[in-house]
């Protein structure tokens, strides 16, 4: 994730990923990070890059998919 004022002065945050904990045998899941906004990406194919949602929009989604 990054952080960049108008000045172009950056900051890069390393995000700690999670696996998810309905994880299956054949490597078919999502990892998550938890920041200020929540990092979501393919285990499988994280050079594709992840989606980020606030952390709003995250709850209401695990409250739909739960």
Same mark, same amino acid.
């Given at each position: 994730?990054?952080?960049?004022?108008?000045? =172009?002065?950056?900051?890069?945050?390393?995000?700690?990923? *999670?696996?998810?904990?309905?994880?299956?045998? %054949? #490597?078919?899941?999502?990892?998550?990070?938890?920041?200020?906004?929540?990092?979501? =990406?393919?285990?499988?194919? =994280? *050079?594709? #890059?992840?989606?980020?949602?606030?952390? %709003? *929009?995250?709850?209401?989604?695990?409250?739909?998919? #739960?």
């Amino acid at each position: 994730m990054s952080h960049s004022t108008e000045k =172009r002065d950056c900051v890069e945050v390393a995000l700690s990923w *999670a696996k998810s904990s309905h994880s299956t045998e %054949q #490597g078919d899941c999502v990892e998550v990070a938890i920041s200020e906004a929540v990092g979501i =990406r393919d285990t499988k194919d =994280r *050079a594709s #890059g992840h989606l980020t949602v606030s952390r %709003q *929009a995250w709850r209401a989604a695990l409250r739909v998919l #739960g």
